[in-house]
């Protein structure tokens, strides 16, 4: 039996408002308003064949499933 990671987070897109709330070892993208954050996240998805969540914080997460 094989054992690995199956689902990680690949980026974090958040508002300029939320920013300092965000750490963490993934590359994160700072956006200045909610149009341009579902933009990135729409191409930067489709780039990563990964799926997008939004966290309905300000932040979206860019998850490889």
């Known amino acids: 039996m094989q054992v690995g990671l199956t689902q990680y987070i690949l980026a974090i897109i958040a508002l300029d408002s939320v920013k300092h709330?965000?750490?963490g070892g993934a590359?994160?993208?700072?956006?200045?308003?909610?149009e341009e954050q579902q933009r990135l996240a729409l191409y930067l998805s489709r780039l990563?064949?990964?799926?997008?969540?939004?966290?309905?914080?300000g932040m979206i997460i860019i998850v490889k499933q």
């Open 21 to 23: 709330q965000v750490a």
């Open 27 to 34: 590359p994160i993208f700072i956006v200045d308003n909610e």
């Open 48 to 57: 990563l064949k990964a799926m997008a969540h939004d966290l309905e914080n």
